[in-house]
T-cell receptor
Framework: SQTIHQWPATLVQPVGSPLSLECTVE??????LYWYRQAAGRGLQLLFY??????ISSEVPQNLSASRPQDRQFILSSKKLLLSDSGFYLC??????????FGSGTQLSVL | KQEVTQIPAALSVPEGENLVLNCSFT??????LQWFRQDPGKGLTSLLL???SQREQTSGRLNASLDKSSGRSTLYIAASQPGDSATYLC???????????WGAGTKLIIKP
């Protein structure tokens, strides 16, 4: 069966510090991978998606970036965090039947 | 522009009741619609996916219906239990690209 791992679960970072969130998927190959952000009391916002290694599409211009160095690994990064980057970050994957499966999320607080 | 609305934003019912959650969308030309559940501080769990050619999908005590012409989907929960307490979100895919349009969710509380 397929599983998705996302870490860390919580993160507190100072403004201006770098960020690296990692997500890995097991039990499938060539999945579509996604990074979402969920701000408190608001809906989900798609940040990035990837259909293959090295292929990244950005939905919202911002100071975040994403990379897919391996088929089942998706990384969300920032060189310098802003206060507005605080939120709940979710990694997800989908495949043929197009159901979307989510990781457990990372609560990021930028102080 | 596709917009997805979920009303009410919150709902509290006694245990054992059957209930319906609503999801409406403005553009009837959809590819599919998904219902998700989110527990506080957790990721989302996919509950049901309805393709545009389908009218409903069932999983256990859950039944989701789709009426494209009226721009509505409902999630029916039978014999509700306290463990059903969560936020329920619906999301619509317009076509075979990768963008889902999300509702803001309905926070459901089942009182023992």
């Amino acid at each position: 069966s397929q599983t998705i791992h996302q870490w860390p679960a919580t993160l507190v970072q100072p403004v201006g510090s770098p960020l690296s969130l990692e997500c890995t998927v097991e039990g499938t190959s060539n999945p579509n991978l996604y990074w979402y952000r969920q701000a408190a009391g608001r809906g989900l916002q798609l940040l990035f998606y990837s259909v293959g290694i090295g292929q990244i599409s950005s939905e919202v211009p911002q100071n975040l970036s994403a990379s897919r160095p391996q088929d089942r690994q998706f990384i969300l990064s920032s060189k310098k965090l802003l206060l507005s980057d605080s939120g709940f970050y979710l990694c997800a994957w989908s495949y043929r039947d197009e159901k979307l499966f989510f990781g457990s999320g990372t609560q990021l607080s930028v102080l | 522009k596709q917009e997805v609305t979920q009303i009410p934003a919150a709902l509290s019912v006694p245990e054992g009741e059957n209930l319906v959650l609503n999801c409406s969308f403005t553009d009837s030309a959809i590819y599919n619609l998904q219902w998700f559940r989110q527990d506080p501080g957790k990721g989302l769990t996919s509950l049901l996916l309805i393709q545009s050619s389908q009218r409903e999908q069932t999983s256990g005590r859950l039944n989701a219906s789709l009426d494209k012409s009226s721009g509505r989907s409902t999630l029916y929960i039978a014999a509700s239990q306290p463990g059903d307490s969560a936020t329920y979100l619906c999301a619509v895919k317009k076509d075979s690209n990768y963008q889902l349009i999300w509702g803001a969710g309905t926070k459901l509380i089942i009182k023992p």
